[in-house]
Structures are given as structure tokens and as C-alpha cells.
């Protein structure tokens, strides 16, 4: 998988749209945040439309390329995709790893955010850097590429949206 953590939910919308252009579904785009930034951010979805209480539409007016799309994709995957809440955690995972999460019940967890990250491949370093940058109102997402060319070339774009940590894990 290669994951990366964004500071900011513009430039993890622009990743998450990137992957979408490379022809990855939905369900196979990993998300992980904290609670506080999906209700801040990507609030739940009503009648088929975003919730007014949603700071969605404030990221649309940003960056004339990504327009209303900012927040519309995440948001998506995080209304209508598999996605597990962590109880007692505060965070919120969408796509493959969320299923992973959810099989492994609460020992999966046990060991906080960073032992559910590392159970899933992601070395320690990165793992412990993720949680620090999602504290803080940031999101991870990653995806399993399709070959080690693709890899590159999504490190590449990751990297070029501010992408931290990024790992080919």
C-alpha cells in the first residue's frame, strides 16, 4: 500500500481525486481521520446532499481546478463507503483497511491508532507520525497500486501535494 498523511483536507482531496483519475474506486481508497475532523469537514450527508452544518463548501471556493469537488469525494466514501468508527478512539477509517480493522475486532486496536497501523504493515515511524499530523486535523489516505511503476508514480503525486511520510509499505 502506499499511504501518505496530509496536513490539510484540500491537498488529501486533491490525492484522493488523483487516485479516482488513475481509475482506484472508491473502496479501494483508504481514508483515515480523526472524528473531530469528519464532523468539522465531512459531515454526514443528507437526502443526498451535504449537511448545511458542513465546512465543505468553504474548501470550494479554493483552487479553481479541484472547485466544488473539494470535500465532495472523501465525503462520499465516508457517507456511502465501509467505514469504522474506532470507539473510545476518536477516529474514523474508509476503504479496504477499514474491513481489516473491523475483522481484527478490538484486539486489532488495542494497541491505540499507531498498533492498528503497524498490524497493517505501516512501519512504526510513519505510524507515530500519522497520529501526531491527524491530532492536528489531517488525513491519511492510501491505496494498493497496481504495480511498483504505479507506486512511483503515486509517491510522485503525493509528494507533489505535500504528502508526509510517505511509505510504499
Known sequence: MVTAVFRDRYNAELAFEALRRRGYRDNEINVLMSESTRATYYSERE????A???KVGEGAAVGGAVGTAVGAGIAA???????VAIPGLGWIVAGPIAAALAGGGAGAVA???IGALVGLGIP??????YE????SGGVAIGVVPRSDDEASEIK???KRLEGENICYC
Open 77 to 83: 466514501v465516508l457517507a456511502i463507503g465501509t467505514t
Open 156 to 158: 510522485d503525486e503525493f
Open 124 to 129: 512504526e515511524s510513519n505510524a507515530q507520525a
Open 52 to 54: 448545511s452544518g458542513s
Open 47 to 50: 437526502e443526498g446532499k451535504l
Open 111 to 113: 494497541g491505540g491508532l
Open 132 to 135: 501526531k499530523i491527524l491530532r
